[in-house]
């Protein structure tokens, strides 16, 4: 069979086979959903960390400054992840993404990005003027956080195959990570919002919001921004 011919084949099957999925417990790993049309439905809150201008990164620096920043950042944005419940689900180039469940994720995930502010700024970017005390440079960084219903299916070939996450909190939150507000570096839906604890709402003292309502332009929606940041210890 000539590839082309294949290729038709294979996409017909898709489209034309019925769906089975079943409810998810957690968040599943990809040998735990077959490559057919086969899927996993859960209820999730997905994080999206982003690093910012890493095209300027690559473009105006030595390619090992620029590895080390890329290892620097994700490492400690993993960390602070699991730390927090998370399960890290995809690497993109300069960032990585992130699904909480249960009861607690909203939460969960509003001050894992909260702490991945305080890394940067306490941690990582001190760090880097240690070592380089001559450079400019400074880490900065987006997190956009949504939840909603996700379908997840597993795609690719066998032997190269990973999941996909459909749903509107896969989009949101990627689109919310890239956002440039401002100071702002957290970013998070009203739904995500609306199901926070106190604890995850409100900081200093006295108490007051670390969430501040703005207009997200691209949507026409009404999103929720913070420049707090929440020590990691």
């Known amino acids: 069979m000539d590839l082309a011919k294949e290729l038709r084949t294979e996409v017909s099957d898709i489209l034309s086979s019925r769906w089975q999925s079943r409810d998810g417990l957690e968040v599943p790993e990809p040998e735990d959903i077959q490559l057919g049309n086969h899927a996993v439905k859960l209820k999730g809150t997905v994080l999206y960390a982003d690093l910012r201008d890493s095209t300027g990164l690559v473009n105006d ?64 970017n001190p760090a880097i003027k240690e070592a380089y005390p001559n450079s400019s440079f400074q880490v900065k960084q987006g997190v956009g956080i949504d939840s909603s219903p996700l379908f997840v299916a597993r795609t690719g070939i066998r032997g190269s195959n990973d999941l996909v996450w459909v749903g509107r909190a896969a989009n949101y939150a990627a689109k919310l990570a890239s956002l440039d507000e401002g100071s702002y570096s957290s970013f998070i839906t009203e739904e995500v919002y609306n199901k926070l604890n106190d604890t995850s709402k409100y900081g200093g003292q006295p108490k007051r919001p670390m969430w501040e309502e703005i207009i997200w332009e691209e949507k026409g929606l009404a999103i929720y921004a913070s420049t707090w940041w929440w020590s990691v210890t």
């Open 61 to 124: 620096y030595k390619d090992f400054f620029a590895a080390e920043i890329y290892k620097s950042y994700l490492l400690v944005a993993c960390k602070i992840i699991r730390s927090r419940g998370g399960e890290i689900t995809a690497f993109d180039g300069d960032r990585v993404m992130a699904v909480f469940i249960g009861n607690n994720k909203n939460s969960a995930a509003a001050r894992t990005a909260l702490q991945l502010n305080y890394a940067v700024k306490k941690i990582i």
